[in-house]
Structures are given as structure tokens and as C-alpha cells.
């Protein structure tokens, strides 16, 4: 079922201007409610425009987006109540950080929203331990904290106020492989425990392979092709055309495949990968 959804939305900076650029060029695509969706294109794509227009930060210079079938700027009464169901997590969050406490931090969208302070509160341990934040850090200040868990503070922040829906750009870049799977973790933890639906940017397709259901591809401003992990990823020279690589694991088994190996399943991740080799290896013995 379509939740969120752009309809022939264009997006011009400058325009009118000498230094007029199209961001995105009369994009139309929509987000399945309770969905991974992963948002992929090389840099100047429009991705972060796109997912700006998904919460209202960025309003389309034309066309429309709608949640729930109804456009999100059809008033400020509307957009308002929209940024509290559509939750925005910018690349490096960790820098809006603002607060005396790592806890008055992450509890600063539920207040907003009018909440008691006792549903705060537990909204805010709730958020911390989804992010893997210890409870004991909530009492520190959030420039006390090391750069992962900045992020994990900041991340929380949006968790607290449960959000229908979560859009993340980058939200692992520049974390060790530990971090950036804790920071993946978390969000898969909140989406079960809420049902909520998640939209990712990221330039990992290792992380992209892994972690979603479905795939918008992005060149030039447009949007050039959707559909799940599989078929993406069934298109090389798509993604080539479009300026990204194929996974690691695919790589790799397109080499086994050449040398003759017969390999079959999800190639596109480390997990299909194993599974395909020790079922080859299996039906050798």
C-alpha cells in the first residue's frame, strides 16, 4: 500500500537566476507503507532534495507530495502535524545537537509535540536503548560523547517522537563496520516494534543490498528506475549507466560464475553469497 508519494515533483534552486540548477526534474514515486526502501544515485542525483521534500523542509517548485493521498502543503496546520509523522534524520545529525543533556536532547520533538512528561520519558529511554545509547549517558552532555554515539543521541531524537515513517541520509557515514551495523540494527528494531516504514541514502550498496525490500535509482535529477533489491541489482549496466558499482559480493560471484562454478540465489549480499557456495559445494560432494 503507498503511504508517501511524489507526484511530477520538479525542484529549482536559483530559479530565474544565472545559477538556476534543476535538484530533481518532474520526479513521480511512491513508498510502500511497513518497506525498506533504499534511495541510491551517484552525488548530484537529487537524492537528498528528494528525501527533503518527503517531511516538507523543501517545497516542490512543482507538483505535489502526498501522505496518505493527501497533499503535505495543502496547509501549515497539515505540514506541521505531517513533520511529527514523517521523521527527517539529515546526514550528520550529531551537528544539530543542542541541548545541556543527552536526555533533554532526545526529548525535545516529544515535548514539542505536548506530550506528559512521564510519556517523555519513557519515550526517550525507549529511543535510547533502540540506538544503544546506556541510560547512563542521558545524564551527560551530548559534547561529552564520543562522534558514534552523537549520532546515536541524534538518531533518538527522531525515535522518541515515533515517527510513521523514518527518512535517513547517510545515516552510517563515516562509522567503523561495528558502529554503522548498530546504527542499522537499531532502526530495523524500531521499524519491528512500530511498523514503521524506513527510507534510506546511502552510497553503500552493501548496505543497500542488505538492509532493504525495495530500490529507487537516481541520474540526473529523475528518478530511472524502481523495483525490489533483486531486480535492481539484476541490472549492472543500469547501475554502471547511473555511475554506482554493483555490491562487493556481486562482484565476486560473477567471477566464480566465469570460472564456471554454478552459483544460484541472492548474489548481491555476503549472506546469499555464503549460501550459494556451500550449496555449490554441497552438490560437488
Do not use: W
Not at 51 to 68: A, F, S, W, Y
Not at 229 to 248: K, N
Amino acid at each position: 500500500m503507498e503511504l508517501l508519494k511524489l507526484e511530477g515533483v520538479s525542484c529549482v534552486y536559483g530559479k530565474g537566476t544565472p545559477f538556476e540548477i534543476t535538484a530533481l526534474d518532474h520526479v513521480s514515486v511512491s513508498f510502500e507503507a511497513g518497506k525498506v526502501t533504499g534511495v541510491i544515485g551517484h552525488t548530484g542525483s537529487g537524492k537528498s532534495t528528494l528525501v527533503q521534500m518527503l517531511n516538507g523542509i523543501l517545497k516542490p517548485t512543482e507538483g505535489r507530495v502526498l501522505l496518505d493521498g493527501k497533499d503535505i502543503h495543502e496547509s501549515k496546520k497539515e505540514l506541521a502535524h505531517v513533520r511529527f509523522r514523517v521523521g527527517l534524520v539529515m546526514q550528520y545529525p550529531e551537528y544539530q545537537l543542542f541541548d545541556s543533556t543527552v536526555e533533554n536532547d532526545i526529548a525535545y520533538g516529544p515535548r514539542n509535540m505536548g506530550l506528559s512528561e512521564e510519556e517523555i520519558a519513557l519515550r526517550v529511554r525507549e529511543a535510547a536503548s533502540f540506538v544503544g545509547l546506556d541510560e547512563e549517558l542521558l545524564t551527560k552532555s551530548p559534547f561529552e560523547l564520543s562522534g558514534g554515539q552523537k549520532r546515536r543521541a541524534a538518531i533518538a531524537g527522531v525515535f522518541a517522537m515515533r515517527p510513521e515513517v523514518l527518512v535517513l541520509d547517510e545515516p552510517a557515514a563515516g562509522l567503523d563496520p561495528r558502529g554503522k551495523n548498530e546504527i542499522f540494527e537499531g532502526l530495523l528494531a524500531y521499524r519491528r516494534a512500530h511498523g514503521a516504514t524506513l527510507i534510506l541514502v546511502s552510497h553503500s550498496m552493501e548496505d543497500m543490498a542488505k538492509y532493504c525490500d525495495n530500490i529507487v535509482l537516481m541520474k540526473g535529477a529523475r528518478v530511472i528506475k524502481t523495483g525490489t533489491v533483486s531486480e535492481i541489482f539484476a541490472e549492472p549496466a543500469l547501475l554502471y549507466e547511473a555511475g554506482l558499482t554493483m555490491p562487493a559480493a556481486a562482484k565476486i560471484a560473477e567471477r566464480l560464475l566465469e570460472k564456471g562454478i554454478p552459483l544460484s540465489g541472492e548474489l548481491y549480499t555476503v549472506e546469499g553469497l555464503r549460501d550459494a557456495i556451500l550449496q555449490a559445494l554441497a552438490q560437488k560432494n
